[in-house]
């Protein structure tokens, strides 16, 4: 195995800040990135104006952001989503939550997952809506709500049928009329989560949906519900109420079996090559030996792994884009790097832009795909990106955040 002698551009003077000044390009902030995420917030705007377009005036849009944004930067995206005029922002745990409001989003925010009692007090100073699943934590938020003189906006999770979090009806509508007993508690709404959104067969979802209007019939006096998900959203008009959550469809991708709707993919993952060698015929390459040349061949490393949420099972499977061509995976995804075949493109040299997600040129490598590859889904894709990468938003290729 030879190492080729290749020349570097400068990869050196680049010190990623919070600010990076409103002329700085993707090329400048990125020439000095080993790998890195990059997000189109030009996108974001353009898939949260399509969405709501097609849900119509009457329904607010719950922004999903849990996860660190599938990945794409939580407070980021959510400040970015609060310019855009999301109504609201949703999370899974309190710790979410509070860290969006620390970032400074003033958008009312849901938490749909378990709280504890004892986050009752800082639920309330923050202004923070809770999922209420027992009296014990209603009763934590009446006691901080009058001592703060504050009022807590709580909702009500239904457990129609995916049995996962929430409620049966009878349990929901008993919690509920004792929750509007309490002094400054205020139930706000109510909620559920389909099963099946996203499969060919989601009859189910109709079922579920009866669950829940018998809930709402029960529970008239409270304003708000909201049940449906991206691709219940976009499929079932009926299930849209007052708010629905979109995660995915902000990102720009759709689950199967969804309408086709014309968004824009938000989110990049890139990376410049660190390495370029021959490989003779016979020769393997990275752990395990898994892949040999077959005949007299070249291969770069692509500085991403495992560790940064990119799958060990696209080892010799997955492909990258190099100058707008289809390189693809050898040998073993490693913790922080893997290999591609370069034999078939001449010239590649370190520091060239590798592209392991979106687009480049003519060709595009789509979360969805990658998610078959790798034997999941993508929304699996997303979440996994790890911190390690940098995030860089920009809007019209000029960077306005880099974190």
């Known amino acids: 195995m030879t190492e080729l002698l290749v020349t570097a551009p400068s990869l050196s003077g680049l010190t990623v800040t919070d600010s990076p000044g409103p002329s700085l390009t993707l090329a400048g902030a990125t020439r000095a990135l080993n790998a890195w995420v990059q997000v189109d917030l030009d996108a974001l705007d353009a898939n949260v104006r399509t969405l709501r377009s097609t849900l119509g005036p009457a329904v607010e849009v719950i922004a999903v952001v849990k996860a660190n944004a599938y990945g794409a930067g939580a407070a980021p995206i959510s400040a970015a989503l609060e310019r855009a005029g999301v109504d609201r922002m ?47 934590l209603g009763e934590a938020l009446s006691r901080e709500a009058q001592a ?19 409620l049966p009806v009878g349990e929901a509508v008993r919690l509920a009329e004792a929750l509007r007993q309490l002094p400054g508690i205020q139930v706000e709404g109510l909620s559920t989560h389909m099963a099946n959104a996203d499969e060919a067969d989601d009859s189910f979802s109709a079922e579920q949906h009866a669950q829940f209007a018998e809930a709402c019939s029960r529970l008239p006096w409270i304003p708000y519900r909201h049940s449906a998900n991206t691709a219940t959203a976009l499929r079932h008009g009926e299930f849209r109420l007052d708010g629905v959550r979109l995660g995915l469809a902000l990102h720009g991708v759709l689950p199967e ?52 949420g990119w799958r060990r099972s696209l080892g010799n499977t997955g492909a990258v884009l ?21 034999t078939a493109l001449p010239g590649v040299a370190v520091g060239d832009e590798c592209v392991l997600l979106g687009k480049q040129g003519a060709d595009e490598i789509t979360a969805t795909e990658v998610a078959k590859l790798a034997h999941t889904i993508p929304w699996d894709v997303f979440a996994s990106l790890q911190a390690r990468l940098p995030r860089v938003y920009h809007r019209g290729g000029v960077v306005e955040t880099l974190a």
């Open 90 to 136: 949703a999370v899974v745990w309190m710790a979410e939550a509070l860290a969006l409001r620390e970032s400074g989003i003033r958008a009312p925010i849901i938490v749909l997952g378990h709280t504890f009692p004892e986050d009752a007090a800082v639920a309330v100073e923050h202004g923070i809506t809770l999922t209420v699943d027992s009296m014990a």
């Open 148 to 166: 703060q003189g504050r009022d807590a906006r709580v909702h009500i999770h239904i457990d129609s049928g995916l049995h996962r979090d929430g």
């Open 257 to 308: 079996n969804t309408p086709d709707t014309p968004l824009k993919p938000i989110l990049s993952v890139r990376a410049r090559v660190a390495r370029v060698v021959d490989v003779a015929p016979g020769e393997g390459v990275s752990y395990g030996l898994t892949w040999r040349a077959g005949k007299s061949s070249r291969v770069a490393l692509i500085p991403v792994g495992y560790a940064d």
């Open 322 to 342: 190099i100058a707008g061509q289809r390189c693809p995976m050898v040998g073993r995804v490693c913790m922080d790097q893997f290999l591609v075949d370069v």
